[in-house]
Nanobody, 126 residues
Framework: QVQLVESGGGLVQAGGSLRLSCAASGRAFSLYTMGWFRQAPGKEREFVAYITWSGGSTNYADSVKGRFTISRDNAKNTMYLQMNSLKPEDTAVYYC???????????????????WGQGTQVTVSS
């Protein structure tokens, strides 16, 4: 059973930056697509970005494209989300997640991710 631990959240002013990290336990990290999702109060959990197992392909929600960058370091079992030009509407709990299936090319669907971290709060003030 993989364990995912997010860190790096906090309070930032609009226009600022944060870098989230997701540390994974186990030896199979490099075999799985990883994703970032977020959930604002009263809203459903939504896709933010994913990166394939090799790091060769990434995909972003339209709302964050051009501002956020997802990356991974398989040697460190860690995934990152660099968030720039933050907006108040980016305020949410951010979750990292691992695909249910190894080697899959990538998905935006919450249901396709089977392991989740506990989340880290990101608050952007106006």
């Amino acid at each position: 059973q993989v364990q995912l631990v997010e860190s790096g959240g906090g309070l930032v002013q609009a226009g600022g930056s944060l870098r989230l990290s997701c540390a994974a336990s186990g030896r199979a990290f490099s075999l799985y697509t990883m994703g970032w999702f977020r959930q604002a109060p009263g809203k459903e959990r939504e896709f933010v970005a994913y990166i394939t197992w090799s790091g060769g392909s990434t995909n972003y929600a339209d709302s964050v494209k051009g501002r956020f960058t997802i990356s991974r370091d398989n040697a460190k079992n860690t995934m990152y989300l660099q968030m720039n030009s933050l907006k108040p509407e980016d305020t949410a709990v951010y979750y990292c997640a691992r695909d249910r299936l190894s080697g899959r090319s990538g998905s935006r669907r919450v249901a396709d991710f089977g392991s989740w971290g506990q989340g880290t709060q990101v608050t952007v003030s106006s």
